[in-house]
């Protein structure tokens, strides 16, 4: 059974940082590139960042370039999201996802597998 896993979501204030994780399980964690995605209410999910099986290329949306930064650690199966100067505009709801590809696609329709999502709010 796959599972992916987020957690350290939270509420923080406008300028600090989080760092989410993704432990995954049931899957070949080194063959799949991974993606962070965020959903608002109200809106459509959006892709925020995504690495290669082998911890490249990465890829950044341009909303969270230069603040966020994805990496991974294979032998751990988990992929991490450090989020700084973080925004009101950032509070969503974080998912990570799986695709058997070797580079990370920003069409969220490519991955084939889901985490359940970690809350991340932003106080202004």
């Known amino acids: 059974q796959v599972q992916l896993v987020e957690s350290g979501g939270g509420l923080v204030q406008a300028g600090g940082s989080l760092r989410l994780s993704c432990a995954a399980s049931g899957i070949t964690f080194s063959t799949y590139a991974m993606g962070w995605f965020r959903q608002a209410p109200g809106k459509e999910r959006d892709f925020v960042a995504g690495i290669g099986r082998s911890g490249g290329p990465i890829y950044y949306s341009d909303s969270v370039k230069g603040r966020f930064a994805i990496s991974r650690d294979n032998a751990k199966k988990t992929v991490y999201l450090q989020m700084n100067s973080l925004k009101p505009e950032d509070t969503a709801v974080y998912y990570c996802?799986?695709?058997?590809?070797?580079?990370?696609?920003?069409?969220?329709?490519?991955?084939?597998?889901w985490g359940q999502g970690t809350q991340v709010t932003v106080s202004s």
């Open positions: 996802a799986a695709d058997l590809q070797f580079h990370a696609s920003q069409n969220g329709r490519e991955y084939d597998y």
